[in-house]
C-alpha cells in the first residue's frame, strides 16, 4: 500500500521533484525529453501536487493539480485541472489512481474547489469513470495557446472529464480554462 500525500509546490524539493519527472518518463516515454525537464504540460504547472509513496519512501503515484478560477458558459468556477497522472507500472492493478483520486477530490473540497476536471484518453476512461468521473458533453473548450492566444481546444484524441466537488452542477456549453490547458 502506499502513503499518499499533498504538496504545495514551494515544498517540493529538487531530489522529489527529479523522483517525479523519472517516473514520468518511465510512463510516457514518448514524452520523456519534455518530462526530463518539466513536471507540467504545455506551459501549465502544477499548484499542488498528490503522491504517493511506496514503503521506501520513493514516489510510485502522482498527479499534478492546476488550482484555478474558469468560466463555464461565462459564469465563473473553482476547479482544479489534473494533469500528468501515473502509477508505475510494477504497482498498477491495485487501484491505486482510485486512492490518489481519492486524495485529490478530499483535497479539492477542502480548497473550496467546486469541480474538478481531466482530459483522459479513451482507453484509459474506465479508469476515471470507475472512481467517479463523467464525461462532459460541453460544446466548446477554449484554452491559452503557448504564445498565449486564446483558441478552441479540440478534442481529437481524448476527451474533458468531471467530477463534483462542492458543486454537482454539470459542466455545458462553453468552458473557457482561462489559461493554458493541463
Request: proline share 7%.
Given at each position: 500500500m502506499l502513503t499518499f500525500r499533498i504538496f504545495e509546490e514551494h515544498d517540493i524539493t529538487r531530489e522529489l521533484d527529479e523522483k517525479i519527472r523519472e517516473g514520468l518518463c518511465r510512463c510516457f516515454p514518448k514524452d520523456a525529453q519534455y518530462f526530463s525537464k518539466h513536471r507540467g504540460w504545455k506551459g501549465s504547472f502544477p499548484s499542488w501536487t498528490a503522491v504517493g509513496f511506496d514503503k521506501a519512501g520513493q514516489p510510485a503515484a502522482h498527479a499534478?493539480?492546476?488550482?484555478?478560477?474558469?468560466?463555464?458558459?461565462?459564469?465563473?468556477v473553482k476547479a482544479l485541472g489534473i494533469q500528468n497522472v501515473y502509477?508505475?507500472?510494477?504497482?498498477?492493478?491495485?487501484?491505486?489512481?482510485?486512492?490518489l483520486m481519492e486524495c485529490i477530490i478530499d483535497e479539492g473540497m477542502r480548497r473550496g474547489i467546486e469541480i474538478g476536471?481531466?482530459?483522459?484518453?479513451?482507453?484509459?476512461?474506465?479508469?476515471?469513470t470507475g472512481t467517479g468521473?463523467?464525461?462532459?458533453?460541453?460544446?466548446k473548450i477554449i484554452a491559452e495557446g503557448l504564445k498565449g492566444e486564446s483558441a478552441e481546444r479540440k478534442l481529437l484524441h481524448d476527451a474533458l472529464y468531471w467530477h463534483p466537488l462542492l458543486s454537482e452542477t454539470e459542466p455545458s456549453g462553453t468552458v473557457n480554462l482561462m489559461g493554458p490547458d493541463w
Open positions: 499534478g493539480i492546476i488550482e484555478r478560477d474558469i468560466q463555464i458558459d461565462r459564469h465563473p502509477v508505475l507500472p510494477e504497482y498498477r492493478g491495485r487501484s491505486l489512481t482510485s486512492l476536471l481531466l482530459f483522459c484518453r479513451p482507453h484509459i476512461e474506465k479508469v476515471y468521473w463523467r464525461k462532459a458533453e460541453v460544446q
